[in-house]
């Protein structure tokens, strides 16, 4: 009788124990596909009490977290539709000086790669002493500059507008913006 008692016992808390933990392993399963990008993934609540709530704050996380990033893919889709349809050069520098990003136009009049140039720091991207310390100075005092040199292997001037935003010490935030205007024809004439 002790032993069917104790059999009896140990099923029923293994039954217990599966209920209570399946709701936390399907959570737990569905926070790693959402973790890997996945974010189609929904949590189907089985009840009313805390772990039903939590499957649905959970919902609710992974549909403010799709929405957000589908806002942010279109924004930089934006971002870059702009930047590539401008004439003018653009490079973003971080708070380092290092490269963020390049647009098309710039990679024209300098024959650069965006690829190779990213990361890399703004001295080794346009080898030229007035840039850099024009650069170096908006970098250093947060304020905006701007001037017109020769650059390039053709000597072509370009005025430069270093416009500094509000990246602040985080090193992935953009903290400069160069524009370069090609004002060669405009200065032969």
Request: charged share 25%; glycine share 8%; with cysteine.
């Amino acid at each position: 009788a002790f032993g069917v008692a104790f059999a009896v016992s140990v099923a029923i808390s293994i039954l217990i124990a599966r209920g209570l933990t399946r709701p936390f392993s399907e959570m737990a399963a569905v926070a790693r596909q959402l973790a890997q990008g996945e974010l189609g993934h929904r949590i189907q609540p089985r009840s009313g009490d805390e772990v039903g709530v939590l499957a649905e704050t959970l919902n609710q996380m992974a549909e403010q977290l799709e929405t957000k990033i589908r806002q942010v893919s279109e924004d930089r889709a934006q971002l870059m539709a702009i930047l590539s349809s401008m004439v003018e050069g653009i490079m973003v520098l971080d708070a380092r000086g290092r490269v963020l990003q390049v647009n098309p136009a710039l990679e024209r009049m300098f024959a650069l790669r965006s690829e190779e140039v990213k990361e890399r720091p703004h001295g080794d991207v346009i080898r030229h002493h007035e840039l850099n310390v024009l650069t170096t100075r908006a970098l250093e005092t947060a304020q905006n500059q701007s001037g017109e040199l020769a650059l390039g292997p053709s000597r072509r001037i370009f005025r430069i507008e270093a416009s500094t935003v509000g990246g602040g010490e985080e090193e992935t935030k953009a903290c400069v913006v160069l524009v370069f205007y090609d004002v060669t024809a405009l200065r032969r004439l």
